[in-house]
């Protein structure tokens, strides 16, 4: 059984075939790979695919009310756990893009979901790549995502961020042609 080339590591493997790429709507899994995407700048994937319990404990499951209310005093906590990336500019960033996210879902049509969606027309955009070193760091509809979401005063999330995020929740099919999950999902 083929699949893409990045999948090597058992943790990677099974993220890969369960998760990677299939269509999410459901508005707190976006958020999740929002927070979990930004937090990954400058470390590998699997770094956070290993800390993504640690996340999930962490972070309230990542309800976006609960993230928006943290005080200074959960903020410190953050800093403390050493089972999540501990840099202060990215744990202020997950509250703030928490504080964000509510905005938009009271503010767009479709919520948080219709909004994200919006930027690929609500449906997936499919590639075909013989291998994942072919596909781009980020593309014109993750530099608008990008600046859309700055503008509305999210943070850590810049285009390549915003592609790592479309290709995990589905946005786009990156999975390589011979790839047993290209025609799955």
Excluded at 11 to 36: C, K, Q
Excluded at 103 to 123: C, H, M, Q, T
């Amino acid at each position: 059984m083929h699949r893409c080339g990045w999948a090597a590591k058992p943790i990677d493997i099974e993220y890969h075939d369960a998760e990677w790429g299939v269509p999410v709507h459901d508005e707190r899994r976006l958020f999740e790979f929002l927070i979990l995407e930004g937090a990954q700048a400058g470390l590998s994937w699997t770094t956070i695919l290993n800390k993504r319990e640690n996340y999930r404990r962490a972070y309230d499951d990542f309800d976006m009310e609960r993230i928006a209310a943290y005080d200074e005093a959960k903020k410190a906590a953050l800093l403390a756990d050493a089972g999540i990336v501990r840099n202060r500019l990215k744990v202020a960033a997950s509250i703030d893009n928490a504080r964000a996210a509510l905005e938009v879902r009271k503010s767009e049509p479709g919520g948080l979901d219709g909004y994200l969606w919006s930027f690929v027309g609500g449906k997936p955009i499919v590639n075909s790549w013989s291998s994942y070193r072919e596909a781009p760091a980020k593309t014109a509809e993750s530099d608008a995502m990008s600046k859309d979401l700055k503008k509305r005063g999210f943070r850590f999330v810049g285009s390549t961020i915003c592609y790592a995020f479309m290709q995990a929740v589905g946005m786009v099919n990156d999975h390589e042609v011979g790839c047993f999950r290209y025609r799955q999902v």
